[in-house]
């Protein structure tokens, strides 16, 4: 039998081919050379080689795996997972007003750490602090890299070296690699459990209070809820315990509620105005999740706490970037006026959506596929994720796929633009609710493609 790979040609003869001329003048030559390469050790390595005269369909390959290797890694995704603030997807998509201000800022210089009236040198942590005051009520506030930073400083500049109380309900893991024991042994704090994983009393908490207690620490149930013979202690009574040994109580609220999200059928989770005003000495928060805006991390509290947060070493190391910044602040900005953020706030309008308008365009979607193609639209829940509202489930609607799913998936996932879904039952459910309404036309696409591949 002959070995077909044995014939293979050689990459010079293959960088001769007329068929490669126009790949070779539009890129550079070493990216035309290596694509060459890989697609020799694909045949090597057990690939169908093309027939040897074939001059097209190698031209083809390498044309392919030049494409493939200037796509860039991080891409954007279609999301139709139904979970709105999708961790690996990026969390919040932000609104048009943080997208220019990202431009305005980085396209130039800014006063990012210049102090305009002063002609002196000025400090990046009082961008947003106005803001973040008069919308949280808060007397100051410290914006860092993200949720995860803005607990372990905050831990660090009150109990390094000293104790932090906190419940045995409140030991949780939040996200692949946030576990409030380990992040509370690396900001020095030594954690002093308290109460039972289910039920938690306010004399647990005043028993474990000792001139060695640097706070009491608050874990927000971000991405759980137990139920059934529970009990814990609110921030305000914590605050009342905590305040005549002067210890202060830090709360890790995680989502960043900026405003009540009743109106669109979600209750139940405090607002940063909320935790705030139970008197915490600091509330952390994430900018990416229900807030809307950019991954940040934001304190909020007393002037004494967040002044002593400034001047913590470790501050410079968690410092937050000018575009985050700029985005942010354009984000904060929007909910001066809370009909605008329901609007503008992308996470916020797709909460919002009403299941009808879904449906409906779950119905052109699918009515837009191919007619051999097993389609239906189902009624699906879909989530808010990112830590808030665990157990909400908001009707939404999703273009169903019936046939081989895994590979139909596969598809989709390796796609230009790729769509993330997930498979319930044996069937691909495509779920609208984070799918932005311009997409429809991309998505219809993307289907369009993988079930004809
Ligand atoms: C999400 C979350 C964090 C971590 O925030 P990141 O922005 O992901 O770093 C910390 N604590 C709570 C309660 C959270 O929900």
């Given amino acids: 039998m002959t070995d077909p790979r044995r014939a293979l040609p050689s990459v010079n003869a293959l960088l001769e081919l007329p068929e490669l001329r126009q790949l070779l003048g539009s890129h550079p030559r070493d990216l035309v050379v290596n694509a060459v390469r890989s697609v020799l050790d694909d045949v090597r390595a057990?690939?169908?080689?093309?027939?040897?005269?074939?001059a097209a369909e190698w031209a083809r390959r390498i044309a392919a795996a030049v494409a493939l290797a200037e796509r860039p890694s991080l891409r954007p995704v279609l999301n139709a997972t139904g979970v709105v603030l999708h961790t690996n997807l990026g969390r919040a998509p932000l609104p048009e007003a943080a997208l220019a201000a990202m431009r305005r800022a980085a396209e130039g210089y800014s006063n990012l750490e210049y102090d305009l009236g002063a002609g002196a040198r000025g400090s990046r942590y009082m961008h947003c602090v106005g803001l973040l005051r008069e919308l949280t009520g808060a007397e100051d506030a410290i914006v860092v890299n993200n949720g995860a930073a803005a607990v372990t400083l905050a831990l660090n500049t009150l109990a390094d070296g000293r104790e932090a109380v906190l419940s045995r309900g409140e030991l949780v893991e939040i996200g692949g690699s946030f576990r409030v024991p380990e992040i509370m042994a690396k900001s020095g704090a030594r954690l002093v459990e308290v109460g039972t994983t289910n039920r938690t009393h306010p004399a647990d908490y005043a028993g474990a209070i000792t001139p060695r207690t640097g706070a009491i620490v608050k874990v927000h149930r971000s991405n759980f809820s137990i139920d059934g013979f529970v009990a814990d202690v609110d921030v305000a009574e914590l605050v009342k315990l905590a305040a005549p040994h002067g210890v202060p109580v830090l709360h890790d609220l995680g989502s960043g509620l900026m405003i009540p999200l009743d109106r669109i059928g979600l209750t139940g989770e405090p607002t940063v105005r909320d935790a705030v005003r139970a008197g915490a000495t600091l509330v952390a928060m994430s900018g990416d999740k229900l807030l809307?805006?950019?991954?940040?991390?934001?304190?909020v509290g007393s002037a004494e706490a967040i002044a002593a947060v400034r001047q913590n070493p470790l501050t410079?190391?968690?410092?937050?970037?000018?575009?985050?910044?700029?985005?942010?602040?354009?984000?904060?900005?929007?909910?001066?006026?809370?009909?605008?953020?329901?609007?503008?706030?992308?996470?916020?309008?797709?909460l919002g959506a009403s299941v009808e308008s879904?449906?409906?365009?779950?119905?052109?979607?699918?009515?837009?596929?191919?007619?051999?193609?097993?389609?239906?639209?189902?009624?699906?829940?879909?989530?808010?994720?990112?830590?808030?509202?665990p157990l909400a489930k908001i009707p939404s609607a999703a273009v169903s796929l019936g046939g081989d799913v895994r590979a139909i998936d596969a598809r989709l996932r390796a796609g230009d633009l790729p769509v993330v879904a997930r498979i319930r039952d044996d069937r691909l459910l495509l779920d609208l609710r984070a799918v932005p309404e311009r997409d429809d036309r991309a998505l219809t696409d993307a289907i369009t493609r993988a079930l004809t591949a």
Avoid at 292 to 299: E, V, W
């Fill in 316 to 350: 410079r190391a968690f410092r937050v970037d000018k575009l985050t910044l700029a985005a942010l602040e354009a984000t904060l900005a929007i909910y001066r006026e809370p009909d605008r953020a329901f609007a503008e706030i992308p996470a916020l309008r797709m």
């Fill in 292 to 299: 809307g805006g950019p991954q940040a991390g934001l304190l």
């Fill in 358 to 389: 879904i449906a409906g365009r779950a119905e052109a979607i699918r009515a837009a596929l191919p007619a051999h193609a097993d389609a239906r639209v189902v009624r699906t829940d879909a989530t808010v994720g990112g830590g808030a509202f």
């Fill in 46 to 54: 057990g690939a169908s080689a093309p027939a040897s005269g074939d």
